[in-house]
C-alpha cells in the first residue's frame, strides 16, 4: 500500500515544510496536472509525496538487560578508567605500561595527510521538505503487492565504524588493525580514514535523517579500540569512547530507530593482531565494558563481522579461527548467563554462494560444496550444528586446522540466535585447474587452500547479471539459492540478510545529480527484496530482516570512489553534507508497499 507511505503535498513544490509535521496516510499520487498549449497538451509527472518521518522517541516495553546501576557487579573492580590525549609536539617521556606516553606510543608509527576539520559533535538540522521529495515513481516494474512482510521484520541500514568515523586520533581512541591503511608511512596512496565521513562528529545528523525518511533499524559497529585503546584485558577503559556510544544509541532512540551494534567490525586493536590466543580474554573484556551499559537498550547483538573470509587478511592462521568461535561464545555465554541479557546475538558470515558452473557435471558440484564448507560449513558447523570443521578443511594437507574437541563444541554449538550473512551476490564455481585433490596437496597453486575457481560468467558465455563496480552484480535468480542453501543445511531458527548492497560502475565519476539518481542501485534492492519474498512465501524460509549496504557513500577499505551509499557525501564543502539518492526512497518505499 504506497498509501501508508504518502502524505499531501501541502504547497508549491520547492516549497520548504518540515516534513514531521506532514499529516499521514492518505493517497495521494504522483501529481498528474494536465496543461494545455492549443497544439498539444502536457502531463507534468513531479512527485508530490513526501517521506515519512518514524514516530518518536521510541521506548522499549522492558529492558533487554538490567540497568547499568545493576549491572556494573559483572565488572572487574579495579578497572582504571581515563581518557588519552595525542599532542604532537609532546615530548615523550617514560610513564609506565598505560601512562599517556605509552599511548602516544602507540601511535608512534601512524599519522595522516588529512585532519578532520572539525571536532565536537554537530548539532542535527531538521531536514527540509525540499529534500524529502519522492523521485520519478518507477515505471513498470512487476511488483509482487500482495506478497507481505511481518510486522517485526527487521528493515533498515548498514555502516561500520572505520569506514565512516574519521577521528582517528581523536578522543583517546587506540590504534586499529586497518589505520595503516592510508597512513602516511604505508605510502599506498590509499585514501586515509581520518577523516571518512566524519560521523564520529555528524552522528546526530545521520540519525536524523535516517529518521526524516523513515528508516526504523541502524546496524553499526562500536570501535573497539576508541573503548580500550591499548586492547588488552586488564588495561584502561576509555570514557570518552563509552560516553560517545552510549549517546549514538540515546540518539537512535529519541529519534525512533531500534539500533543493532557490532562489537567488531575489522576494526581489531592493532595490538591484538600478533597473538589470537588472548582474543577471548581482550574481546571478552572489552564486550563487558560495552554490554554492562548499553545492553538494557540494545535488542540486537553481533559480536563479528565476517570472520569467516578473515584468514590471510586479520587473522594469519586458521586456527585462529578456534580463537574467533571461543571469543564469541564467550560472549554469548556471559550475556545470557550472567548478565542475563534477553537480545539476540549472532556472528555475521560473509558468503557469495558459488553455485556449480556446470550443474551436471559432478566435479563442479563438488567443488561448490567444498567452496561453501570454506567459506560456510567452517563456522557454521560447530555454531549451528555442534559438529566438528568440515573434513574438507581438515583434511588439506598443510592447512594445520586443527580439530575441535568435544569440549569446544559444545561451548561453542548453539551461541547464535539466528543465521546472519551478507550476500551481496552468488557466483559459480569449477575445480581449480590442477583439479581439486593436486591442487590441495600443492600450498603453492594460487587457489590453494579451497582449490576452486570462481566466475560470474555464465556456462553459456553471459554473465550473471549487471555488473557493479567491484564484484555485487543485479542477479536475483540466485537470492533464494542462497537463502535456500543456508536454511536447508544449517537449519537457523531465522535468517538476517545483514549486508547487500551495489556501487554502480564509475559511479563516483558522474555528477552529482546523476549519482543521486542511482537507477541501478534501486534495481538491485527491488529485485532482491522480491526474491526475498518468495523465498518467504513460496519456499517457506524464515528471512527475519535485511540490512541495506550501506546508508552513505564510505571508505570501502582505501577507497571513497567504490561508493555503496544511498546518500552521497561531499568532501569538499566542509561541513560534509549528506544528499538522499533515489534508492533510498525505494528502498523505504519497499516495505511500506509491502507492509501487512
Ligand atoms: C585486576 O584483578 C584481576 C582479578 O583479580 C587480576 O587478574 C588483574 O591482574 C588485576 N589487574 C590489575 C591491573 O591490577
Ligand atoms: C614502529 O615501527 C618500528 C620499526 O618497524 C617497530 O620496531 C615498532 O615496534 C613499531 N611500533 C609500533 C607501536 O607498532
Ligand atoms: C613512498 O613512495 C615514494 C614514491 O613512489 C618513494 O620515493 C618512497 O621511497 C616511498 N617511501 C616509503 C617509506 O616506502
Ligand atoms: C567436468 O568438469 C571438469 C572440470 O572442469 C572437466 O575437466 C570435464 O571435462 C567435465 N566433464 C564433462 C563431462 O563435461
Ligand atoms: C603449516 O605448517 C607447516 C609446517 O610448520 C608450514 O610449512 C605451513 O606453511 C603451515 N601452513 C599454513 C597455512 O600456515
Ligand atoms: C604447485 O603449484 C605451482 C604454482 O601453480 C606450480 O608451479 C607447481 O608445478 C605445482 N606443483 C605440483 C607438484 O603440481
Ligand atoms: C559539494 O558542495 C559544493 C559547495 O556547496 C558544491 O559546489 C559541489 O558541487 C558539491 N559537490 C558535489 C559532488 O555535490
Known amino acids: ?101 605509552a599511548y602516544a606510543a602507540l601511535w608512534a608509527n601512524l599519522s595522516y595527510t588529512s585532519a578532520p576539520p572539525f571536532t ?33 521484520f527487521i528493515w533498515g541500514v548498514a555502516a561500520s565504524a572505520w569506514q565512516i568515523e574519521g577521528g582517528l586520533q581523536l578522543e583517546g581512541r587506540g590504534p586499529s588493525a586497518l589505520d595503516t591503511i592510508g597512513a602516511i608511512q604505508s605510502n599506498d596512496s590509499s585514501s586515509d580514514a581520518n577523516i571518512a565521513d566524519l560521523s564520529y562528529f555528524l552522528y546526530k545528523e545521520d540519525i536524523a535523517r535516517l529518521a526524516a525518511i523513515g528508516v526504523p533499524y541502524l546496524s553499526f559497529s562500536i570501535s573497539w579500540p576508541r573503548i580500550v585503546p591499548f586492547g588488552v584485558a586488564g588495561s584502561p577503559i576509555n570514557t570518552e569512547g563509552l560516553q560517545h556510544y552510549d549517546d549514538v544509541i540515546n540518539t537512535c532512540l529519541e529519534y525512533g530507530i531500534t539500533p543493532i551494534v557490532t562489537l567488531n567490525h575489522v576494526d581489531m586493536p592493532l595490538s591484538q593482531l600478533s597473538d589470537f590466543s588472548t582474543l577471548s580474554e581482550n574481546f571478552l573484556y572489552y564486550a563487558k565494558q560495552v554490554m554492562t551499559r548499553y545492553a538494557d537498550r540494545v535488542p540486537y547483538w553481533v559480536t563479528f563481522n565476517e570472520p569467516n573470509i578473515g584468514v590471510g587478511t586479520s587473522f594469519s592462521s586458521w586456527n585462529d579461527l578456534t580463537h574467533v568461535l571461543t571469543a564469541h561464545a564467550a560472549v554469548y555465554h556471559w550475556y545470557k548467563e550472567e548478565l542475563q541479557g534477553t537480545g539476540q546475538i549472532t556472528v555475521k558470515f560473509a558468503n557469495n554462494l558459488a553455485v556449480p558452473l556446470d550443474p551436471s557435471n559432478s566435479t563442479h558440484v563438488d567443488a561448490a560444496l567444498r567452496y561453501q564448507d570454506f567459506i560456510l560449513g567452517i563456522m557454521g558447523n560447530p555454531l549451528f550444528l555442534g559438529e566438528q570443521y568440515p573434513s574438507e578443511a581438515l583434511n ?28 551481496y551476490v552468488a557466483q559459480f564455481a569449477s575445480p581449480a585447474p590442477a583439479g581439486i585433490s593436486a591442487c590441495a596437496a600443492n600450498q603453492s597453486d594460487r587457489a590453494w587452500p579451497e582449490c576452486v575457481a570462481t566466475t560470474m560468467i555464465q556456462a553459456d558465455g553471459w554473465l550473471m547479471g549487471d555488473m557493479s563496480n567491484a564484484y555485487a552484480a543485479i542477479a536475483p535468480q540466485y537470492v533464494r539459492q542462497q537463502l535456500g542453501y543456508i536454511w536447508d543445511t544449517f537449519n537457523p531458527s531465522g535468517i538476517l540478510v545483514a549486508e547487500f548492497g551495489f556501487n554502480p560502475f564509475a559511479d563516483s565519476q558522474r555528477d552529482s545529480d546523476a549519482q543521486r539518481y542511482d537507477l541501478e542501485r534501486t534495481l538491485y534492492y527491488q529485485d532482491f527484496l522480491e526474491e526475498i519474498l518468495k523465498a518467504i512465501h513460496e519456499d517457506g524460509v524464515n528471512v527475519i530482516g535485511t540490512l541495506a549496504w550501506s546508508y552513505l557513500d564510505n571508505n570501502e577499505f582505501g577507497s571513497y570512489a567504490n561508493q555503496y551509499g544511498m546518500q552521497s557525501v561531499n568532501r569538499t564543502d566542509g561541513s560534509w553534507s549528506r544528499r538522499y539518492k533515489r534508492s533510498l526512497f525505494d528502498y523505504v518505499d519497499f516495505f511500506h508497499e509491502h507492509s501487512a
Open 120 to 152: 565536537t559533535t554537530v548539532t542535527p538540522t531538521p531536514v527540509p521538505s525540499s529534500e524529502l521529495v519522492y523521485p520519478p515513481t518507477l515505471y513498470n516494474r512487476i511488483d509482487y503487492a500482495d506478497l507481505k512482510l511481518p510486522s517485526d
Open 396 to 423: 588439506t594437507p598443510n592447512l594445520n586446522l586443527t580439530a575441535l574437541t568435544p569440549d569446544q563444541i559444545s561451548t561453542i554449538h548453539g551461541t547464535v540466535d539466528f543465521w546472519a550473512f551478507d550476500p
Open 1 to 101: 500500500m504506497r498509501s501508508l507511505s504518502c502524505v499531501v503535498a501541502l504547497g508549491v513544490a520547492g516549497v520548504s515544510q518540515p516534513a514531521q509535521a506532514s499529516p499521514v496516510a492518505q493517497e495521494s499520487p504522483a501529481s498528474r496536472t494536465s496543461y494545455s498549449y492549443g497544439s498539444f497538451s502536457y502531463t507534468q509527472v513531479t512527485s508530490t509525496r513526501y517521506a515519512t518521518a518514524l514516530s518518536s522517541p521510541l521506548a522499549f516495553a522492558t529492558p533487554f538487560a538490567p540497568a547499568f546501576s545493576e549491572a556494573s557487579t559483572l565488572l572487574p573492580s579495579n578497572v582504571t578508567y581515563t581518557t588519552y590525549a595525542l599532542l604532537p609536539s609532546q615530548t615523550i617521556t617514560p610513564d609506565g605500561q598505560y601512562g599517556q606516553s
